[in-house]
């Protein structure tokens, strides 16, 4: 069996779902991923009693960065985060493998968008409470693929674009969860850091033997803006490649859904109407109105109330004007269900009431209420 390691301070916090199972050091499951923890006490005990599994993947003689086993989102997820977290070190360790562990993992993204498209969407609502700078990534890069063919682009520039949505941000890694918690407003050296990310992002890259000029070219323009407003160089129209104004429309959503010390997150009905706005002259029309088309107007992965008053998470999009799909989680007396019950919103006593919004996300267990076999 895999070693346990016990769990780090900050690993896990109040709210928000477990990313990984939690096991005792006997190796007995304490808690699923997705459930969360609800009080300091409970947190205090996870951090005594709890262990985790650290990744750990037997390699052939011939060192492959790719994993393709059938793809369960859930379950991948510490999976991705771990070998991002790899693929930047490697990065701005000009590692010789750098190259080919984005490579992998920009195909294990596609290939999780590809295969499971309601759940890998889910993954970006359910973990955006309060995501670190490697889930906020992960989550530009998942909403680039669907942009991105959404939009029309070719497989080949859709898969440079999620390379690129992998490591734009690169070096604002060390500094980007400090500030995501920071409720004081920027100084002028952040400013500065924020500013010439895209410039030292590029000097990473070439420095680690990766210069694909799309990709180069996608992260130098990833903050200029149609009307001239952005930066670095002021650019607007049709100087700035639309799949920089993809990747910039991807982090401007995670950033409205996602909390921060100095703002509440924004709920998904207001994202949509601030997404709609942004077709007038910030970006293309037709980028933003393919984030539109996407999401629809409950995206997996969010809480609805039901005309019945049961309240459950979105599972899968409409399809032939059936759905969208909900997993009722409480009854309408707010009783919690043993199990989940599959609602088609489309029929008359279970349509969609209303958002719901909790302060603290009730626990789930993500593999199954999505049908996922462990």
């Known amino acids: 069996m895999t070693e346990l390691v016990r769990i780090a301070p900050g690993a896990l916090t109040i709210g928000r779902p477990l990313p990984w199972d939690v096991y005792d050091a006997d190796g007995n499951i304490l808690l699923r991923q997705g459930y969360v923890i609800q009080t300091d006490s409970q947190l205090e005990q996870l951090f005594e009693r709890g262990r985790f599994k650290p990744r750990k993947i037997e390699r052939p003689q011939e060192e492959t960065?790719?994993?393709?086993?059938?793809?369960?989102?859930?379950a991948d997820y510490p999976d991705l985060l771990h070998s991002l977290?790899?693929?930047?070190?490697?990065?701005?360790?000009?590692?010789?493998?750098?190259?080919?562990?984005?490579?992998?993992?920009?195909?294990?993204?596609?290939?999780?968008?590809?295969?499971?498209?309601?759940?890998?969407?889910?993954?970006v609502h359910l973990y955006s409470i309060g995501p670190v700078i490697h889930e906020q990534i992960l989550f530009y890069a998942i909403l680039c693929q669907f942009i991105g063919r959404q939009f029309g682009l070719e497989e080949k520039r859709v898969a440079v674009l999620t390379a690129a949505?992998?490591?734009?941000?690169?070096?604002?890694?060390?500094?980007?969860?400090?500030?995501?918690?920071?409720?004081?407003?920027?100084?002028?050296?952040?400013?500065?850091?924020?500013?010439?990310?895209?410039e030292r992002s590029i000097q990473a890259l070439q420095a680690a033997g990766i210069d694909n000029k799309l990709l180069l070219t996608i992260i130098a323009q990833h903050h200029e803006q149609a009307d001239g407003s952005g930066y670095p160089k002021g650019l607007s129209g049709t100087e700035i490649r639309p799949e920089a104004e993809i990747l910039a429309l991807a982090e401007r959503y995670v950033a409205m859904i996602t909390k921060r010390a100095y703002r509440q997150r924004m709920n998904v009905a207001d994202a949509?109407?601030?997404?709609?706005?942004?077709?007038?002259?910030?970006?293309?029309?037709?980028?933003?109105?393919?984030?539109?088309?996407?999401?629809?107007?409950?995206?997996?992965?969010?809480?609805?109330r039901l005309d019945n008053n049961e309240v459950g998470v979105v599972t899968r999009r409409p399809v032939r004007a059936r759905g969208p799909f909900v997993k009722a989680i409480?009854?309408?007396?707010?009783?919690?269900?043993?199990?989940?019950?599959?609602?088609?919103?489309?029929?008359?006593?279970?349509?969609?009431?209303?958002l719901e919004e909790p302060e603290v996300m009730p626990s789930m267990d993500f593999s199954l209420v999505w049908g996922f076999r462990s």
């Open 85 to 123: 977290e790899a693929t930047l070190k490697a990065i701005t360790d000009s590692d010789p493998s750098a190259q080919k562990r984005l490579l992998g993992l920009a195909r294990m993204i596609e290939r999780t968008c590809t295969e499971s498209p309601d759940a890998t969407l889910a993954l």
């Open 165 to 198: 949505a992998l490591t734009a941000n690169l070096a604002l890694v060390p500094i980007a969860d400090k500030l995501n918690a920071s409720n004081t407003v920027l100084n002028d050296e952040q400013r500065g850091v924020i500013r010439k990310h895209p």
């Open 330 to 354: 409480f009854g309408p007396r707010g009783n919690r269900y043993t199990g989940t019950f599959e609602r088609d919103t489309s029929e008359p006593d279970f349509g969609i009431q209303s």
């Open 65 to 74: 960065f790719e994993d393709t086993r059938d793809r369960n989102p859930f």
């Open 272 to 304: 949509r109407k601030l997404i709609a706005n942004l077709a007038d002259g910030k970006f293309r029309p037709a980028i933003p109105k393919a984030l539109l088309q996407i999401l629809g107007e409950y995206p997996p992965g969010i809480l609805v």
